[in-house]
């Protein structure tokens, strides 16, 4: 990575993604740090934040797109977006688990599908998707969560078998 990498990021309110964000514009690269809450960006270093709700897929091409107007590409795109909810899965509200899923997997998705045309166009991109050791092992009140993020391994097999001849990589960081 260079320096002047233009790197998105969701998921910056908290954890990993404030973190990640600090870390890697203290580094030089160009950060674009979102979240679905702006106030919650407060406080961050980033030469651009934006209020971006990853289950919504006009919200992400709106981001996308405004990354590729004021900075002309994007190099890496970390899906970082995600939360957990806990309990037996048998009591457990369907609506609670919905909205989950739609935030760890069809989140990730939008932001894949608002993203890959611009990397595949450059024949250049690293697509970072972070995952749990929760994918790969169930755990008792924890298995929707274990779910979405086993979910998010398929989807970066995926990704990188269709996006790897364009030149863009995908990862998944558990």
């Known amino acids: ?46 030469p651009m934040k934006e209020r971006l709700d990853v289950t919504d897929p006009e919200a ?38 919905r909205k989950m899923l739609d935030v760890n997997v069809v989140g990730l998705v939008n932001m894949l599908s608002a993203a890959a045309p611009l990397m595949r166009a450059r024949r250049s991109g690293k697509i970072v998707n972070i995952g749990s050791i929760s994918g790969r092992f169930s755990q008792p009140l924890n298995g929707i969560y274990c779910a979405s993020k086993h979910a998010v391994e398929a989807l970066s097999d995926t990704m990188r078998l269709e996006l790897g001849r364009f030149g863009v990589q995908a990862t998944v960081i558990e």
Do not use: K, Q, W
Not at 69 to 79: A, E, K, M, P, T
């Open 60 to 97: 992400a091409r709106r981001v996308v797109d405004e990354v590729a107007r004021r900075f002309g590409r994007l190099d890496v795109l970390v899906n970082n977006a995600g939360y957990s909810i806990r309990g037996a899965l048998e009591l457990l509200p369907t609506e609670s688990i």
């Open 1 to 46: 990575m260079h320096e002047s990498e233009v790197v998105l990021i969701t998921g910056c309110s908290t954890g990993i993604g404030r973190a990640l964000c600090a870390a890697l514009g203290a580094r030089g690269y160009a950060v674009v740090a979102t979240a679905r809450d702006a106030a919650a960006l407060e406080g961050l270093d980033a």
